[in-house]
């Protein structure tokens, strides 16, 4: 595989669900990033992870906990969400993130809260 | 705060031209970035600009003036794989990507 993967593509979960979302990179980097993706909303930055580390949590709500066991995989458990939760995940990565560079997408987890 | 703004939405005709603008106010700046994202599917990168000026890539084309705080994207002879969402991000002094809620570009034939 090439590229940043994602699974699931799709996840529809009730609210007192527990579910995760995982990403893999194959492109050799080490920063990897969760955003959410609403409709018509800028990319909202969730966390960052820079060499397995997390340097950046954006007032993200505890029922979203992210999770990198190493530079290539990432995590986001997520349990007890609500509707508003309801959003295309992507996960990304790139370079490390003191460093000017694109950063690479994976094709996202839609997922519904019902 | 830091915003980017551009066109919520912006209908052209396949096979003329199309100038999508970016206007930024972010806390330094390290590079303005440009990507398109077809409808479920992922951001891919376009273009980068870091000095003032064009840079051209084929049938497409991004512009910067950093004193303006000013972007745009031109997409010459355009084709209705052309029809995407186009994000513009600029990396601010601490190296994150602030993100414009894009344009959704529509193609008609």
């Known amino acids: 595989e090439t590229g940043v993967t994602q699974t699931p593509r799709h996840l529809v979960m009730g609210m007192t669900n527990k579910k995760s979302l995982k990403c893999e990179q194959h492109l050799g980097h080490n920063a990897m990033y969760w955003y959410k993706q609403s409709a018509k909303k800028p990319l909202e930055l969730m966390f960052v992870y820079n060499f397995k580390e997390q340097t950046e949590n954006n007032s993200v709500p505890s029922r979203f906990s992210p999770e990198c066991p190493n530079s290539s995989h990432l995590f986001l458990h997520l349990h007890t969400l609500q509707p508003e939760d309801s959003a295309l995940y992507l996960c990304?990565?790139?370079?490390?993130?003191?460093?000017?560079?694109?950063?690479?997408f994976g094709p996202g987890t839609r997922l519904t809260v019902l | 705060g830091q915003n980017i703004d551009q066109p919520t939405e912006m209908t052209a005709t396949e096979g003329a031209i199309v100038q999508i603008n970016c206007t930024y106010q972010?806390?330094?700046?390290?590079?303005l970035f440009w990507y398109q994202q077809h409808a479920g599917e992922a951001p891919t990168f376009l273009s980068y600009?870091?000095l003032d000026g064009l840079e051209e890539k084929g049938r497409f084309s991004s512009f910067l003036s950093r004193s303006k705080g000013y972007s745009y994207l031109l997409l010459k002879e355009l084709q209705m794989k052309d029809s995407a969402s186009y994000l513009c991000a600029v990396m601010d002094s601490n190296y994150q990507l602030i993100w414009g809620a894009g344009t959704k570009l529509i193609i008609k034939p």
């Open positions: 990304a990565s790139s370079q490390p993130t003191n460093t000017v560079g694109e950063q690479f």
């Open positions: 972010t806390s330094g700046f390290n590079g």
């Open positions: 600009n870091v």
